[in-house]
T-cell receptor
Framework: GENVEQHPSTLSVQEGDSAVIKCTYS??????FPWYKQELGKRPQLIID?????GEKKDQRIAVTLNKTAKHFSLHITETQPEDSAVYFC????????????FGKGTHLIIQP | DARVTQTPRHKVTEMGQEVTMRCQPI?????VFWYRQTMMQGLELLAY????????DSGMPKDRFSAEMPDATLATLKIQPSEPRDSAVYFC??????????FGQGTRLTVV
């Protein structure tokens, strides 16, 4: 089955700086890569996703890049704000496959004022 | 604002008791997932349904866990008998075959 590795486990950045979280996946058949944000005590919420037919996707201050050859994808947050503090999870799946989303272990992002 | 609804939100039970968690997926979604979240293991997939048919329950301890979808508006996850190691937050999520999964608020289970 799929295996997703996520780094770093904790990331502390100054407010206004950029943050980058990286994930690798093992199954070359995976073609859908979402990112979730989870605040303390809340549900994981989908913030952005990318499919294997594109290399980059942006939505305001967040962007995701995908390198299919290297089986690597990343989340980029620019101009970080205190409300960006949360745990971020990457995931991978094969659309239409029999497996569900496989998640990374999460990155605790801390925005320092 | 359509949301996945889970009940109960919190459950404290004694070891050996049966626990049933319920999930109402978003109307029109055809995939339903059950995940368990713990600090040590993160988000683990327990069961996955598409069009109410179970596709993958390999992550679920079969001797004590069972998952069903009696109809398109209800998914259930049962633990019998419960054990302290089952203490976790259990999330239900629903989506379409395109891949997106939208999570419910979770059931925080404590087995004492």
């Amino acid at each position: 089955g799929e295996n997703v590795e996520q780094h770093p486990s904790t990331l502390s950045v100054q407010e206004g700086d950029s943050a980058v979280i990286k994930c690798t996946y093992s199954d070359s058949a995976s073609n859908y890569f979402p990112w979730y944000k989870q605040e303390l005590g809340k549900r994981p919420q989908l913030i952005i996703d990318i499919r294997s037919n594109v290399g980059e996707k942006k939505d305001q201050r967040i962007a995701v890049t995908l390198n299919k050859t290297a089986k690597h994808f990343s989340l980029h947050i620019t101009e970080t704000q205190p409300e960006d503090s949360a745990v971020y999870f990457c995931a991978a799946s094969r659309v239409g496959g029999a497996d569900g989303l496989t998640f990374g272990k999460g990155t605790h992002l801390i925005i320092q004022p | 604002d359509a949301r996945v609804t889970q009940t109960p939100r919190h459950k404290v039970t004694e070891m050996g008791q049966e626990v049933t968690m319920r999930c109402q997926p978003i109307l029109g979604h055809n995939t339903v997932f059950w995940y368990r979240q713990t600090m040590m293991q993160g988000l683990e997939l327990l069961a996955y349904f598409r069009n109410r048919a179970p596709l993958d329950d390999s992550g679920m301890p079969k001797d004590r866990f069972s998952a069903e979808m009696p109809d398109a508006t209800l998914a259930t996850l049962k633990i019998q008998p419960s054990e302290p190691r089952d203490s976790a937050v259990y999330f239900c999520a629903s989506g379409f075959e395109a891949g997106e999964a939208f999570f419910g608020q979770g059931t925080r289970l404590t087995v004492v």
